[in-house]
T-cell receptor, first 118, second 114 residues
Framework: AQTVTQSQPEMSVQEAETVTLSCTYD???????LFWYKQPPSRQMILVIR??????QNATENRFSVNFQKAAKSFSLKISDSQLGDAAMYFC???????????????FGKGTLLTVNP | GAGVSQSPSNKVTEKGKDVELRCDPI?????LYWYRQSLGQGLEFLIY????????KSGLPSDRFSAERTGGSVSTLTIQRTQQEDSAVYLC????????????FGSGTQLSVL
């Protein structure tokens, strides 16, 4: 079974600065998807960014980018020019690319609570 | 509505009582998930519905938990004889056949069992 590990329970960053959240995962599969989800105090989780394992290019969405290291099974999230609205819990998640069985499920890490200081 | 709607937002119950949690997914989304989020933990998969297929109930922690989805739309998660360890946020999400892995979540139900 796949596992997702987020080793930083909490992180903090100054407004306008850059922060990197870490995520590692364990899988025997070669094709899969990785995600970062954001959960603000409203509890409603929102997809931040998505990476397909077969793509070597790191995904980027505005101020959010990832560093995907497939061999190391590492998938970190970089937030540039941090804003107060970025304060939230961030979850890393894994999904198999295989069809069938229970491969539709997302496996989540335990999350990193990000605080943004003004 | 435009998003996934869950009710109630908060539920306080006494140990031993039954509770029902409701999820109204985005219209047209064929897949529906229930996850449980306990304090300090990640999201724990509970159950998955896809169209008219038999649901995957492999994540339900005990036979006190059950769920149904009527007409391929609204889903209800029922917890019978609630225990204190059932206290958690129960999140519902739906997805379409579009972007793989893009789940649209509701705001969850915070369940507190006294």
């Amino acid at each position: 079974a796949q596992t997702v590990t987020q080793s930083q329970p909490e992180m903090s960053v100054q407004e306008a600065e850059t922060v990197t959240l870490s995520c590692t995962y364990d899988t025997s599969e070669s094709d899969y998807y990785l995600f970062w989800y954001k959960q603000p105090p409203s509890r409603q989780m929102i997809l931040v960014i998505r990476q397909e394992a077969y793509k070597q290019q790191n995904a980027t969405e505005n101020r959010f980018s990832v560093n995907f290291q497939k061999a190391a099974k590492s998938f970190s999230l970089k937030i540039s020019d941090s804003q107060l609205g970025d304060a939230a819990m961030y979850f890393c998640a894994y999904r198999s690319a295989m069809r069938g069985g229970s491969n539709y499920k997302l496996t989540f890490g335990k999350g990193t609570l990000l605080t943004v200081n003004p | 509505g435009a998003g996934v709607s869950q009710s109630p937002s908060n539920k306080v119950t006494e140990k031993g009582k039954d509770v029902e949690l409701r999820c109204d997914p985005i219209s047209g989304h064929t897949a529906l998930y229930w996850y449980r989020q306990s304090l300090g933990q990640g999201l724990e998969f509970l159950i998955y519905f896809q169209g008219n297929s038999a649901p995957d109930k492999s994540g339900l922690p005990s036979d006190r938990f059950s769920a149904e989805r009527t007409g391929g739309s609204v889903s209800t998660l029922t917890i019978q004889r609630t225990q204190q360890e059932d206290s958690a946020v129960y999140l519902c999400a739906s997805s379409s056949q579009g972007v793989i892995g893009e789940l649209f979540f509701g705001s969850g139900t915070q369940l507190s069992v006294l």
